[in-house]
């Protein structure tokens, strides 16, 4: 399953939207070094970016290119947002969310994964080998196991002495937007990234160990289908970072990739998600930081968040990259 090389070059898909889906333009002709390959979240999105670009160019498809930049940052000892060295929940637990999904309606999640370090490639085996589209907790970790995934720790010294030292003050509350202290040792957030193919068709990928020292069992945004990431054939995709339950609670990708196909740019779109969060709960996201990434059938890249600060890493078709701040709704 998902998208072969083949397929993904040889069956132009625009203007064959899926049935049920408005039909956009046509189009466009061009598929040069203006357009857009690969995206994705934050400044580290930059060697994520990398890493697919190298995948794609290799000869892979647009899922093995999503897949090879998302595992980057869950490799990233550095990284306290996603995979190994990531943030544990409040009781100890490091636990993984990840998503993967196509243009054709493949989907594969797991949430709660513990043990393994490559959320992102056990949620593509349950795209790929599964007729479900998500696994959690300690049924996604047998599965990983039973798949052949090696597990290990992935609580480093690092990220333990972290928690320890949060719990001295946490009262056992989890602090919604902790991870988006920027500056701090939290400086690291989840990983978005979608490509796109010359002829338009688009992939996605997210992975996060979620928000640090969150309740056991708490499922953010990232591997919900609709709230981290979208991906519609002839329309584009989305995805999101930030507090997680903020963009659940209006199924922030959907919201994007809906208003796109609809007509609005990509910029647009995670505009208008954003302006809908904040005036939905006012106060309530007043420090919060939520942001959306999209990129549309033609290439065009959106990005909006709450807060000034949200970065995000562009590979255009050449391979060139660049990292350019997203437009806020907040000044700093
Ligand atoms: C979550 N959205 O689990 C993720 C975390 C994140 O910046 O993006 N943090 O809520």
Redesign the pocket.
């Known amino acids: 399953m998902g998208i072969s090389r083949r397929d993904t070059l040889g069956l132009a898909l625009a203007g064959t939207v899926a049935a049920g889906t408005a039909r956009a333009a046509p189009l466009a002709a061009s598929s040069t070094a203006d357009t857009a390959l690969v995206v994705s979240t934050w400044d580290f999105g930059a060697a994520a970016n990398a890493a697919a670009y190298a995948a794609w160019k290799a000869g892979g498809t647009l899922i093995d290119a999503v897949e090879a930049g998302a595992k980057v940052p869950e490799a990233d000892l550095s990284n306290h947002?996603v995979g190994l060295g990531g943030y544990p929940d409040r009781d100890g637990h490091v636990t993984l969310?990840a998503i993967i999904m196509d243009d054709r309606g493949h989907a594969g999640a797991v949430a709660g994964l513990e043990g393994y370090v490559h959320a992102i490639s056990v949620a593509r085996r349950v795209m790929d080998r599964t007729p479900h589209t998500m696994l959690v907790g300690e049924g996604a970790a047998q599965f990983a196991r039973e798949q052949g995934f090696p597990s290990q720790n992935l609580l480093t010294p690092e990220a333990e002495a972290a928690w320890r030292e949060w719990l001295k003050k946490a009262e056992y509350k989890p602090v919604a937007n902790i991870?988006?202290q920027r500056g701090t040792a939290l400086d690291h957030?989840?990983i978005g990234i979608l490509a796109r193919s010359p002829d338009g068709r688009l992939a996605g990928a997210c992975t996060?160990s979620?928000?640090a020292f969150k309740l056991r069992g708490r499922v953010?945004?990232?591997p919900q289908a609709g709230c981290?990431l979208l991906v519609e054939p002839g329309v584009g995709a989305a995805t999101?970072?930030?507090?997680?339950?903020e963009?659940t609670r209006i199924a922030g990708a959907a919201r994007v990739v809906g208003s796109m196909r609809m007509g609005m740019s990509a910029m647009a779109a995670c505009r208008e998600a954003v302006e809908h969060i904040v005036a939905l709960r006012g106060e309530a996201v007043k420090d919060a930081?939520v942001a959306f990434l999209a990129i549309d059938r033609n290439g065009k890249v959106g990005a909006f968040s709450i807060l000034p600060g949200f970065t995000y890493a562009v590979t255009d078709a050449n391979g060139r990259t660049r990292v350019q701040p997203a437009g806020s709704l907040r000044r700093a």
């Open positions: 947002s969310d991870e988006n957030d989840t996060t979620g928000m953010g945004d990232s981290g999101a970072t930030g507090v997680g339950e963009v930081q």
